[in-house]
């Protein structure tokens, strides 16, 4: 359960903070109030929901390390011909609100862009993965936005 004051990661919109507990309808159903930082967009997420949307805490300091290991990782990744079905299956790693998958996408995606470009699609899910990846960062390792940013693309490009 989350109090308020705590540093989230929404799956789909990246990290905020929990700014408050409502209690709405005639079931008076408790819901988190949250701020996520890449809109500056507010949610309302059911309380008994957020282990469902994939609702978690922000990742340790010391657990960047481990995200920035899977960002260098050269290995020979399987690249999947068809846009389309690339497009589903990076959605499907997005969604589960893991950083270690968020990061994978992140990372072939970027390297896909580098070697043969992106469909419109795929960089409007590299803007959005990017923006969720560098949002945990700035929070877990009390950085501002630019050092993130510029982490990630350091560490992808040592890779």
């Given at each position: 359960m989350f109090k308020v004051g705590d540093h989230i990661v929404h799956p789909m919109h990246g990290a905020g903070v929990v700014e408050g507990v409502e209690k709405?309808?005639?079931?008076?159903q408790?819901?988190?109030?949250l701020?996520?930082?890449?809109?500056?967009?507010?949610?309302?997420?059911?309380?008994?929901?957020?282990?469902?949307?994939?609702?978690?805490?922000v990742i340790t300091e010391d657990e960047i390390a481990s995200v920035l290991k899977v960002l260098k990782r050269?290995?020979?990744?399987?690249?999947?011909?068809?846009?389309?079905?690339?497009?589903?299956?990076?959605?499907e790693k997005i969604?589960?609100?893991n950083i270690f998958a968020v990061a994978e996408v992140v990372r072939s995606l970027m390297r896909q862009d580098i070697k043969k470009g992106l469909s419109s699609g795929e960089k409007r899910m590299l803007e959005?993965?990017?923006?969720?990846?560098?949002?945990?960062?700035?929070?877990?390792?009390?950085m501002d936005v630019d050092e993130a940013e510029t982490m990630i693309?350091?560490?992808i490009a040592g890779g």
């Open positions: 709405r309808g005639e079931q008076k408790i819901y988190f109030v701020r996520l930082f890449s809109a500056e967009l507010k949610v309302l997420v059911p309380a008994d929901k957020t282990d469902t949307i994939g609702v978690r805490r050269n290995d020979q990744e399987k690249i999947i011909p068809n846009w389309n079905h690339r497009y589903r299956a990076n959605l969604r589960t609100g959005s993965a990017f923006q969720i990846l560098s949002s945990e960062l700035v929070l877990a390792g009390n693309k350091e560490a």
